[in-house]
C-alpha cells in the first residue's frame, strides 16, 4: 500500500520559513517523478514544484520560484520543500504526490499517488 506523508506545516509570520518533507513508502521511490502541489480554499490545485527521480530535473511554479526549493533524498524515500520569504497568498494545503510517467510532470492530473496534505497558514 503506497502511502505519502506529508509533515512541516504551521502558521508562520509573513517574511518568514517552514521546510516540508514528505514520506513515501509502498513504493520504488527512485522510480518516481515526485511533485509538490497547494490548494487554498476555495481555489483549484497549483503546481507548486516537481523533482525527476534521480533530482536533476527541478521545475517551480512561477508563484514560487526564487523562494522555494524542492529536493529528494532517495536513500530517505523522502522529499522536502524548504520555504523562505512566505507571504499571507503562500497559505494553502500542501500536498505532494507521485509520478511514474517518463516526463516529470507539471499537471496534478498526472500524478498516481498523493497525500493528504500538510496546512501552512501565514499571517501578516
Known amino acids: 500500500q503506497v502511502q505519502l506523508v506529508e509533515s512541516g506545516g504551521g502558521l508562520v509570520q509573513a517574511g518568514g520559513s517552514l521546510r516540508l518533507s514528505c514520506a513515501a513508502s509502498?513504493?520504488?521511490?527512485?522510480?518516481?517523478?515526485m511533485g509538490w502541489f497547494r490548494q487554498a480554499p476555495g481555489k483549484g490545485r497549483e503546481f507548486v514544484a516537481a523533482?525527476?527521480?534521480?533530482?536533476?530535473?527541478?521545475y517551480y511554479g512561477d508563484s514560487v520560484k526564487g523562494r522555494f526549493t524542492i529536493s529528494r533524498d532517495n536513500a530517505k524515500n523522502t522529499i522536502y520543500l524548504q520555504m523562505i520569504s512566505l507571504q499571507p497568498e503562500d497559505t494553502a494545503g500542501y500536498y505532494c504526490?507521485?509520478?511514474?510517467?517518463?516526463?516529470?510532470?507539471?499537471?496534478?492530473?498526472?500524478?498516481?499517488?498523493w497525500g493528504h496534505g500538510t496546512q501552512v497558514t501565514v499571517s501578516q
Open positions: 523533482i525527476s527521480r534521480t533530482g536533476d530535473s527541478i
Open positions: 509502498g513504493l520504488t521511490f527512485n522510480m518516481y517523478n
Open positions: 504526490a507521485a509520478d511514474r510517467s517518463f516526463r516529470t510532470s507539471l499537471y496534478a492530473g498526472a500524478y498516481e499517488y
